[in-house]
């Protein structure tokens, strides 16, 4: 497949919805107004799509563009993964971030294994308080 990539492209709620319930990504699906929020206030968010713009990956952050980025949502459609589109979105992140933002994320437990391989090193001094619902 020929992947096309965008950067802060049109995302709708309802695309995003799908690729995170498709994916297995746990994410508020069902409060669509919240999920809508997500991608309003999220000032970085990249997508992958296939030719005919069928949404195949998308990852979604929040960042300064100075300092920091961090990186709430990762996925890639079943069937387009292990393409290295996972891998080709966080890169294709970074370097718009360019080498001043550290790029901070938590991995699922389906993914621990997965960011090691794409260049990233374990945190052991991140702390958080968890969202209660
Ligand atoms: C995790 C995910 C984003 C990876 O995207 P992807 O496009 O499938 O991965 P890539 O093709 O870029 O993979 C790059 C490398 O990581 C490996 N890899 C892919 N998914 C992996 C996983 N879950 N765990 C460990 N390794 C993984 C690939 O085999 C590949 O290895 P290689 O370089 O030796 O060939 C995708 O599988 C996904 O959406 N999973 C479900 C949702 C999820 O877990 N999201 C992350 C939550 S933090």
Redesign the pocket.
């Known amino acids: 497949v020929d992947v096309r990539y965008a950067v802060n492209g049109p995302l709708a709620a309802e695309e995003f919805a799908a690729l995170c319930r498709r ?3 746990r994410r508020p699906v069902d409060d669509m107004p919240r999920m809508e929020r997500m991608l309003r206030f999220a000032n970085l968010v990249l997508t992958a799509r296939d030719e005919a713009g069928r949404l195949l ?1 998308a990852a979604r952050a929040v960042t300064d563009f100075s300092y920091c980025c961090y990186v709430s ?5 079943p069937e ?10 966080m890169r294709r992140l970074g370097e718009h971030l360019g080498e001043e933002v550290a790029v901070i ?4 437990s ?5 960011y090691p ?2 260049g990233f090193e374990k945190a052991d001094a991140a702390w958080m308080i968890r969202r209660k619902r």
């Open positions: 994916s297995g990504l990956g949502d990762l996925a890639v459609e387009a993964q292990k393409k290295g589109i996972g891998r080709d979105l994320l938590l991995a699922g389906q993914a621990l294994e997965y391989k794409i």
